[in-house]
């Protein structure tokens, strides 16, 4: 019994430090949502929302592109239908994400975590959170979540009341924040694999084409990712698949971002 | 607009979290095919490296200090800096650009 007590323990210290290497991996992730949603929250407020409406639309949405696209079907009064739709094309990537998760979870864990995670499947919380090697404490992803949250929801609030407040420069400076953590997350497995490598470069020059090319103005951006997505990667998994029966990648063993092992912090 | 506005957010609401809630229900199992699980591990890089560029270049004020920020990012990322750091220091990067160009 005494030893059953003292497992419990341990699993419960894992967890509080899990989360809070979550709550520290996420610090950037909040930043970076501060000044997307302040932006937000200014656009929100010349839509004719009150702060209120405004941070629950943040808090229950959590997602840039879909909140950004139905100010202005709110706006249009378009149909529900319309605004279901919208929200399903800009935002069904987190589908291929949330299967990509699903893999990383303990199976055997309590159910309940995936009702819980759901919620913060984001953009940047998926891609710092799948890419930890081996499997996924569910705990990392509340720390990440319970700074993210916040930082997305808050950011809103103060875009809406005081827009003019923060300066440009720093609003600015703030809005590259996300892109220099997907930068962080994806570089270094890259390192040493060609395979990786290739499969970025040729990702950034295809969406490069897509962004130019005026053929491709009609598709939406969140489709845009999804195409991409499923067509690279489908090609490359049947040209290079990962043959290993080791939970490693190539890329893992190696350096996935020294934030993202445990311990090692800043 | 705003009688219904509490509508137009359950539903917007209720498809993004159902989108994000059926995949992560429905597949529990380990997936044994290596085709699907090689897939399931590429997709992160394409989708962070598609979302990333060039949307990058526009997020800014100006396109040079957008420029300046994703070089110091990629060179930290590529010397194995923490995602604060890389993060942070581009966002420094971007704003000394745009007080000495702007």
Redesign the interface.
Same mark, same amino acid.
């Given at each position: 019994m005494f030893k059953i007590k003292f497992r419990g323990l341990r699993i419960m210290n894992t967890n509080r430090m899990q989360w809070k290497n979550g709550l520290?991996?996420g610090?950037?992730i909040a930043?970076?949502y501060f000044a997307v949603s302040f932006t937000f929250g200014i656009l929100a407020k010349k839509a004719?929302?009150t702060p209120f409406?405004a941070v !629950?639309?943040s808090l229950?949405?959590?997602?840039p592109a879909?909140?950004f696209a139905?100010l202005g079907?709110?706006?249009a009064?378009a149909t529900?239908l319309e605004?279901?739709t919208t929200?399903?094309v800009l935002?069904?990537?987190?589908?291929?994400?949330?299967?990509?998760?699903?893999?990383k979870?303990d199976?055997k864990a309590p159910?309940i975590h995936?009702?819980l995670?759901?919620?913060g499947?984001t953009?940047e919380i998926?891609?710092?959170a !799948?890419?930890k090697s081996g499997k996924l404490n569910p705990f990392y992803n509340y720390g990440l979540m319970s700074i993210a949250i916040p930082g997305w929801t808050l950011g809103t609030f103060f875009g809406v009341i005081s827009g003019e407040v923060l300066p440009?420069?720093?609003i600015?400076?703030?809005?590259?924040?996300?892109?220099?953590?997907?930068?962080?997350?994806?570089?270094?497995?890259?390192?040493g694999n060609k395979i990786?490598t290739g499969?970025?470069l040729l990702?950034?020059l !295809?969406?490069?084409l897509f962004?130019k090319l005026e053929v491709f103005h009609y598709i939406s951006p969140g489709f845009?990712?999804i195409l991409?997505?499923i067509l690279?990667?489908?090609i490359?998994?049947?040209l290079?698949?990962?043959?290993e029966e080791q939970e490693d990648?190539p890329a893992e063993g190696k350096?996935i971002?020294?934030?993202?092992r445990e311990g090692s912090?800043? | 607009m705003s009688e219904n506005l509490y509508l137009y957010i359950l539903v917007m609401a209720g498809v993004t979290y159902l989108i994000r809630l059926i995949p992560l229900t429905l597949f529990k199992r380990d997936i044994s095919n290596v085709y699907i699980k090689t897939f399931l591990h590429y997709v992160p890089f394409v989708t962070l490296a598609v979302m990333t560029f060039p949307a990058i270049l526009d997020t800014t004020a100006n396109r040079w200090s957008a420029l300046g920020g994703f070089i110091i990012a990629i060179i930290l990322a590529y010397q194995g800096n923490s995602l604060v750091k890389v993060s942070a220091a581009a966002c420094i990067a971007v704003f000394l650009i745009e007080l000495i160009i702007c």
């Open positions: 520290c991996d610090i950037p930043l970076g004719g929302l409406q !629950v639309i229950t949405n959590m997602t879909g909140q139905a079907l709110m706006g009064s529900y605004m279901a929200q399903l935002n069904l990537r987190y589908c291929l994400m949330s299967c990509a998760l699903s893999q979870l199976a159910f995936r009702f995670l759901a919620h499947i953009d998926f891609g710092v !799948v890419c440009a420069k720093i600015s400076a703030l809005s590259i924040a996300l892109y220099g953590m997907f930068i962080a997350v994806i570089i270094p497995p890259a390192k990786l499969i970025i990702s950034m !295809v969406s490069l962004a845009k990712i991409l997505t690279i990667a489908g490359a998994s049947f290079f698949p990962i043959r990648y350096s971002s020294p934030s993202l912090l800043l | -």
